[in-house]
């Protein structure tokens, strides 16, 4: 999908392929590559720092504790981006993902810790004010893990249509069993992939539990939002499809734009931004995040 302005307002053109959108796509459609052809990340070692400030009446064993987890924080956040960028392989010039399946965490194995002491930084409420820290500095060997993301969340989608015309206008319709921050894609056949919902217009997407989201709403259609399904030039037939993304906690799940654009495209050649999206949600509890995937066709 690619977005343009046209007399005064914003239309979503489509223009997708059967399985390009698979690049966000849930588990049951075709893939850009074979399973076999994705070797499973390896080991990685990661050196990364936690820093706790002594507060009153704090123990230096309670500062130690709270500087180790922050270090080990900080180190299986590095290895799930070294995880995800491992699994991501260019096909065709499209970017075929393993969010189809489940995402890559990691399992700290061995830690060495390399240097630690107490240091005398500036940061208190008055300029130059000197505060005590414990500083410490992790060296971990971290082993990838596959989870699966479920627990009692549920969310549900559809679409106004199964089947389009060339030109008709889509609606999305969302629902969760809990409170919930929404994110709506789409992707081109290219491998373009679009951030529909949050956008420019329409920041906020709290979702309540058991209500119902329409994109675009009535007020958002006044702000000239239209998804309108297009047929690309030669084609008679597309299968497209419109990923939805759940979190229980806020999340930007896209990288901040500062174009003036509605809607947040990202080329297919910019792995950072599916990169981005997988970290994010790794680093989520696993409850805490559910995805679905909404395909229709678009015919002549």
């Not at 936690?50 to 064993?61: I, K």
């Not at 981006?81 to 491992?86: C, E, I, Q, T």
């Not at 991501?88 to 970017?95: A, G, L, R, T």
């Not at 990169?275 to 015919?299: G, M, S």
Request: glycine share 6%; hydrophobic share 40%; charged share 25%.
């Amino acid at each position: 999908m690619r977005c343009r302005p046209q007399k005064g307002c914003w239309e979503l053109l489509s223009a997708t392929a059967l399985g390009a959108l698979w690049l966000l796509s849930g588990a049951g459609g075709p893939v850009l590559a074979e399973p076999s052809a994705v070797e499973p990340p390896a080991k990685v070692t990661v050196v990364a720092e936690g820093n706790t400030p002594f507060l009153p009446d704090m123990s230096l064993d309670e500062a130690r504790g709270r500087a180790r987890d922050e270090a080990r924080r900080n180190a299986l956040e590095q290895a799930v981006g070294v995880f995800v960028r491992a699994t991501s392989v260019v096909h065709n010039s499209q970017i075929a993902d393993e969010l189809i399946s489940s995402v890559a965490r990691g399992v700290i194995e061995e830690e060495q810790w390399t240097d630690e002491r107490i240091e005398e930084v500036k940061g208190g409420k008055r300029a130059g004010t000197l505060v005590s820290v414990y500083h410490t500095r992790l060296k971990a060997l971290i082993r990838p893990v596959r989870v699966e993301r479920r627990g009692a969340f549920e969310l549900r989608a559809s679409l106004n249509k199964h089947v389009f015309q060339d030109g008709e206008e889509a609606l999305i319709t969302v629902r969760s069993s809990q409170p919930a921050y929404v994110h709506l894609f789409s992707v081109t056949q290219d491998g373009n992939v679009t951030l529909l919902f949050p956008n420019r217009l329409v920041a906020k997407n709290l979702l309540g539990a058991d209500q119902d989201l329409v994109f675009p709403s009535d007020s958002q259609k006044a702000l000239g939002i239209r998804l309108r399904v297009m047929l690309p030039p030669g084609s008679k037939r597309v299968v497209e499809h419109i990923k939805v993304i759940a979190t229980r906690k806020p999340i930007t799940l896209a990288k901040e734009e500062s174009s003036g654009s509605v809607f947040r495209t990202f080329a297919s050649r910019e792995a950072g931004l599916i990169q981005h999206v997988v970290k994010n949600l790794a680093l989520l509890e696993d409850e805490d995040w559910t995805e679905t995937t909404l395909p229709y066709e678009v015919r002549q």
